[in-house]
Every structure is written in structure tokens, then in C-alpha cells.
């Protein structure tokens, strides 16, 4: 195949990337741990932790699970806001040889059993605010290990057992839980430190991580991402990265985590490829609490911050974040959904840095294309393809379409993942023939190789930046006595990108709309719960009597234009 994009990389950003200089995704964090031992590896509550801290605390918990006698490959859960029990537990989950599954820590227990049961999760490190859920699954599946951590922990000395006194008897954030056998984090690692610990051996072709996704169905599976699938986009976003940071490789850089590091993206760009290059990952529990979040940037200037369009858009309207410094800034990524132009302009306005766009998918792990990281104003676009990555425009039998026509974007390279885990034929079906992953966006590639999306062949909707599948809203709403029948579908929201609106046929006349938020409060998590409700009499049909959804969006498209 053509690759026009390749002309027109920045200087010094290889066509092609190795990872043969790597055993495995564990070997290029052990040698990061080793090389840049007496830096800062994570800042948390304005405490500091180092690279040889965080290496001998993921050591002892490597060496505790491996005291289970779990079979190689066991998955161990990770259910956590932006804490460095995560880091921990994560490099330690790798080293043992399990298979780290990230869980989003604001599941509801509905959420969390299918996806512990999905994944056959052996071990589960949980933080305590949001044990009580687990304690609320009915069925857990081939769980059997359940370690508790507390926000504080690993801060150390004081500050550890005070901030863990502060949120469960001050700000009264941890609920009341009950889980027998349940194990404090601290006294697992004070185990694991007294036990021998053996490296197992691992390859490349070993899944790391199960990352989970709708995929291209809505039904939630996981991405299984390898080690070579990882070290790939790790070493691929480190190359296009290098026209904004060459000239500082004999500095320690900060980057600032502010998206959840359950997340495809902040888990490889912020934690993978931050601790790869020796950064200080400043860590950002609750990116809402936009006055913690400036409060960090003003202590530990930042030079990269990864996020999404909606938390741009937050910091840009802010008065006090315009007053930061920004003199050391030097990439602003973009990504996990479209950057708005108005966005992209007001943050080049404020920060003197162009916001840089990349687009990719958790198959993906998840960096497919960037926009050149040096480029000094906003594209429209995604950008071009990473090293060692191809995009083709695909038609809907998998053949290229010319340059400049529409179809549906297709991805090959060494950061696409192994399959969907125990789905084989979900997998053989989002696979073309040739190699190429099918995102189910539809773009346009100009004659330089940059794409542009400009639909979805699927009816994902993006709420800031998280995919919400409109079936999963639709079964949980169905199951409502009072409702006959329901349709979800994303509408524009200057807020979140889009939000969910759901429309209901009534079973039951008395039936209001509060009565069906309340019910999905205990059904789904809050970026999937239904903004708007509109009652109908009945939906678009098919002649088969299937509902559609796209005839649905023309009446909220025209009730959103003005009025001439």
C-alpha cells in the first residue's frame, strides 16, 4: 500500500519502531525502575514517591501473589481512581505474570459482577470507597483474594493513616463495607517484602492487559493487549513525541494524570510511556475538582498533559488555571474524542501551546495517529499514522477506497490487539483479512495522509471521551415495569461532547421522567445514565420491527437549530 504520510513526519520521528530490544512490557519497566531509581515516579496528595519506592513496593506485591500459586496468566483486577496503589499493583500484577484487567472504579455492582465474571478475575486490589459495591455483588465469579487500600496509602509516615482518618471519618467519602477475607494493601506488601519473589518468564505474545471495551457490538469484552502490543505504542508515542522534548532528555519531565489511569490512554500515555521516560507522574484523583487540579500544575510545573476535550474545555473557561505558568508546557495530547476548534483555539490562546490531536481505540492500545507534535495550530484532523502503522480506508468488503472518498477507518500495526478475550468469532469479524483492525469510524484520508472522522458506522456515543453503547442504556432501561419500549441515542452536550437521550414508550401511563433516571442510578454508571428523557407513542420501525434510531435524529437535530 501507498503511505503518503511518511513524507511528512517532523524530523526525527522514525518511520518504524523495534521492540526487539525488549523481553517483554515487564523488561522495559524493570530497566526504567533501575535507570531512573533516585527520581520521583509519582507525586499524590503533595507527596513524592520514588522509582526505587515504587520498584520495591511492586516487587513485594509481585511476591505475594505469586505466594497464591495462581496459574501464570491469572487476572487480577484493578478497580482505582489515580492513586499509587495503581502503579503498584499494575507493575506488580505484571511482574507475577497475571494479566492486569483495569475496572472503572464508579461501576455499579451489576457492572463490576459481568465484568468479574467475564474476565475470571482471580484478585481484585480495590480502593475502600468503592468497596461496598463489591460487597454488593451477588456472584463473584472465581474471585478469591480481595485486597483493600485506603486513598493515604503509600503516602507514608503520618500523612498516610491522616488522609485515610480525613476521608472515611471527615469528608465521610468511604462507606461502610463488610467483605470477609478482605486484606489491607499495606499489610500485603509488608507479606510480600518478607517472601521470595522468582521472575517468571514472559513473552512478548503474553497478554498484559484486559481492556475493556463495547467493541464494535456494544456488548462489553476485553481487548487482550500483549506485551509486544504495549512496549509498541509505548515506544511509538516516545518517538512522536520527540520534536517537543529532544532538547530536554537530560531533564526529568512531569506529566500531569488527570485522566483515570483505568483508561486505555492515561494508562499507556500517562503511566506506561510516563514511567518509560523517568517522568514524575503528578496524580490527579478527580479531575473535576478543578482547584486541586490547578493547585498541582502551580506546585510541579507541567511540560505534558494528556485529556480530552471536555476537561480542556473546563480549565480554558477557568480564571485561575489562565493564570498558571506555562512556560515549560510543551505537548498538550488530545484524544479519547474529537477536540473542538474552539476548544483547540481558546487553550492555544491561554497556554501559547497548540492543542495536538490523536485518535485511537482500546484494540488499539490505544495510540493509532497523532496529529505531528509540533505542529503549531489545530488540523480538523487525527492526524497521521504512528510508526509501524498502516490506516486504510476501507470499503465494506475490506478493499481500499481512493484517497479523498469515504469509508470505514481500518488500522495494522504492532499495537493492535491480540483478539477480544474467549470471543473468537467477535474477533475474526472486527479482523480483515489483510490485518487490519475495523474501527467502525468512517473517515476521509487526503492526498498527505492525514484523516479526518467524519461519522460512525456504529451508534457508540462518546461521553467525554467514554464509550456509552446505546444497548447496554436500552437493556437497562427495559427493564423498567413501566416500560413498553426504548431507544438511546447520543445527543450534542457543550459540556461531555454528547449525552445519552433516551426515548420510552410507556407500559405504564403514570410513568415520569425522574422515575427513570432514579432507575438507572442503580443499573448504570453516571456517564451512561440518560440526561434527557422524551416519552413517545411509539418508535420508527423497520418493516421487520426493528427500531430505528436513526430516524430519531433528525427530530433532535431540527429541535436543536434556530429558528430563522
Known sequence: MARPWLAHYPQGVPQEISTEGYASLVDLLDRACQRHAARTACTAMGTDITYAQLDAHARAFAAW????????????ALMMPNVPAYLVSMLGALRAGHIVVNVNPLYTAEELQRQLLDSGA???VILENFARTLQNVRTRGELKHIVVTGPGDLLGGLKAPLVNFVARHIKKIVPAWQIDGARMLPAVLADG???????PALSMDDVAVLQYTGGTTGVPKGAMLSHRNLTANV???????????????????????????????AMTVCGLYGLHAGMRNVLIINPRDQPSLINAWRKVPINLFPGVNTLFNALAHNEDFAKLDFSVLRLTLGGGMAVQQAVAERWLKITGRPLIEGYGLSETSPVATVNPTD?????????????????????????????????EVGIRGPQVMLGYWRKPEETRQSMTADGYFRTGDIGIMDEQG???????????????????????????VAQHPGVLECAAIGVPDEHSGEAVKVFVVKKDPSLTEEQVQQWCKDKLTGYKRPRYVEFRDELPKSNVGKILRRELRPDVEAAARPVA
Open 193 to 199: 517484602a518478607r517472601r521470595p519473589f522468582t521472575p
Open 450 to 476: 492525514y484523516t479526518r472522522i467524519v461519522d460512525r458506522k456504529k451508534d457508540m456515543i462518546a461521553v467525554s471521551g467514554f464509550k456509552v453503547y446505546p444497548n447496554e442504556v436500552e437493556a437497562a
Open 122 to 124: 482471580a484478585v481484585i
Open 375 to 407: 505542529a503549531t495550530a489545530y488540523s480538523g484532523s487525527i492526524g497521521l499514522p504512528l510508526p509501524s502503522t498502516d490506516v486504510a480506508i476501507l470499503d465494506d468488503a475490506g478493499n481500499e477506497v481512493p484517497l479523498g472518498e469515504r469509508g
Open 65 to 76: 501473589l505469586q505466594s497464591l500459586n495462581l496459574p501464570k496468566g491469572s487476572r487480577v
Open 235 to 265: 515506544l511509538q508515542t516516545e518517538a512522536v513525541a520527540q520534536p517537543v522534548i529532544h532538547d530536554l532528555a537530560d531533564r526529568q519531565l512531569t506529566i500531569l494524570s488527570a485522566l483515570p489511569l483505568y483508561h486505555v490512554f
